[in-house]
C-alpha cells in the first residue's frame, strides 16, 4: 500500500472513532440524573446536625449521582422567630429561656420573649421580662421605646379588669416602679391617682394627680381628679355653698389672702397655674411647714426645674378649709411681694368667678 492510501486510512479510522466516542457521551448525558440539594432535617436546638452518610460519585456507580449541597442550620433566634410566626409559643417560650440560661444579656431574646409572655396571657412574667430588658438595653432609643410600650402595657391593665382581674397591689407596685424610670409620665401618674382615688388614699392620690396636672397632655384630666378629692377634704362641707374671697390688686393681677398652719400668706391668683404653691423664700423661713416632701419637676417658663411637693395640715380661705393638702415648693424669691400662687388644683373645686371690677373671687361648691 503506498503512503498516499496509509494516510487516507488512518484519518478514515480516527474520524469513525471521533463520531462514534461523541455519539457515546451524548447519549450518557441524557441519561443523566440533574444536580439537586437534599432535604437535610433542621437540628435540635444547641445540638449538632448528624454528618450526612458518604454517597457514592464515581462515574462507574450505578446508582443516581445525586448530590446534597450543605444547608445553614438556623440559629435559636430564628427557629424562635419562625415558633411565633406559626402561633407556637409555649415552645417559642421554651426555646428562649432555654438561650437565655447560656445567653443572660441576650436583649433580642428577653424583648421576644416578653412578647410571647403577652401573647400567652402570663402578664407577671411578661412585665417582669420587660423590666428585665430595660436594664439590660444599651441602646437609649430601644429603651425609650420600651418605657413607652410597658406604660401602654400596664395601663392597658389597669383599664382591662376583665384581662387581670383586681390585681391592683401588684399593677400599683409595677407602675410605681416604671414611674421611678419615666417621672415625667403624666399617664403613669393619672393612672396611679384613680387607682389610690378608689381604694381612697387621698394624699397618694393626690400627689400623683398633682404630678399629672404637671403635664400638658394629662392637666385637663388630672384637674378633675384634683376636683373629686374635695368630696370630705373641708372642714366646713355644711358651710355656705357660696362665698366671696377679696382680693388685692397687684399691679394688673390679684392676690389672694390664705391661711397655711395658722399662717397668714398672700397668694398671686394664677388661672394658668396647675399646682399652688409657697415660695423658695417662704419655706427658707417657715420649713416647719414642710411634711411628707415628694420630688416633682416642675415645668415652668425658664424650663423644667427640680423641685418637691409637700403636706400642709391646714389650708383656709375664707371659711373653708382644706385638710392635709399638697403644695409645691416654688423656685421663686418675691420677698415680702407675694407668698406663693394659687393655682387651679384649688380653683377647679369650685365654680369660681373673678370679679375684676369688685376686686373678688367668688366661690360656688360644686
Do not use: C
Not at 105 to 128: C, D, P, S
Not at 336 to 353: A, E, P, T, Y
Request: hydrophobic share 40%; proline share 5%.
Amino acid at each position: 500500500m503506498n503512503n498516499k492510501k496509509i494516510v487516507f486510512v488512518a484519518t478514515l479510522a480516527f474520524a469513525l472513532g471521533f463520531y462514534a466516542s461523541e455519539y457515546r457521551h451524548a447519549k450518557n448525558d441524557k441519561n443523566a440524573q440533574p444536580i439537586v440539594a437534599a432535604n437535610i432535617d433542621e437540628p435540635d436546638f444547641f445540638e449538632k446536625p448528624e454528618p450526612s452518610p458518604p454517597h457514592d460519585l464515581s462515574p462507574t456507580s450505578s446508582a443516581s449521582t445525586t448530590q446534597f449541597l450543605p444547608t445553614k442550620p438556623q440559629s435559636p433566634l430564628e427557629r424562635a422567630n419562625q415558633l411565633i410566626a406559626n402561633g407556637a409559643y409555649g415552645d417559642a417560650a421554651r426555646l428562649l429561656n432555654q438561650l437565655l440560661e447560656l445567653e443572660p444579656q441576650n436583649t433580642e431574646a428577653l424583648w421576644l420573649l416578653a412578647r410571647v409572655y403577652e401573647q400567652q396571657g402570663q402578664h407577671k412574667e411578661a412585665v417582669g421580662i420587660w423590666f428585665r430588658y430595660i436594664n439590660t438595653e444599651v441602646d437609649a432609643q430601644k429603651i425609650e421605646s420600651a418605657l413607652a410600650y410597658l406604660a401602654k402595657y400596664l395601663i392597658r391593665l389597669t383599664e382591662n379588669p376583665s384581662i387581670f382581674g383586681e390585681s391592683y397591689e401588684w399593677l400599683m407596685a409595677q407602675i410605681n416602679d416604671l414611674i421611678k424610670l419615666t417621672p415625667d409620665n403624666g399617664e403613669l401618674h393619672l393612672q396611679l391617682a384613680k387607682m389610690h382615688l378608689k381604694i381612697e388614699d387621698k394624699e397618694q392620690a393626690q400627689y400623683h394627680a398633682l404630678m399629672a396636672a404637671n403635664q400638658p397632655e394629662t392637666q385637663a384630666r388630672a384637674e378633675g381628679i384634683l376636683t373629686k378629692l374635695d368630696e370630705g377634704s373641708t372642714a366646713q362641707d355644711d358651710g355656705p355653698a357660696e362665698i366671696t374671697v377679696p382680693l388685692i390688686r397687684f399691679g394688673g393681677q390679684f392676690l389672694v389672702p390664705i391661711t397655711v398652719e395658722g399662717e397668714q400668706v398672700k397668694l398671686l391668683l394664677d388661672t394658668g397655674a396647675s399646682i399652688s404653691g409657697l415660695t423658695a423664700s417662704f419655706i427658707n423661713r417657715h420649713y416647719s411647714f414642710v411634711k411628707s416632701p415628694k420630688p416633682i419637676q416642675l415645668n415652668t417658663a425658664s424650663g423644667t426645674v427640680e423641685s418637691y411637693l409637700f403636706v400642709v395640715d391646714t389650708l383656709t380661705i375664707e371659711s373653708i378649709t382644706f385638710n392635709k393638702h399638697m403644695l409645691a415648693r416654688l423656685p421663686m424669691d418675691n420677698g415680702d411681694q407675694f407668698d406663693g400662687l394659687l393655682g387651679i388644683d384649688i380653683l377647679g373645686r369650685f365654680d369660681f368667678v373673678i370679679d375684676q371690677n369688685k376686686a373678688v373671687l367668688r366661690l360656688k361648691k360644686r
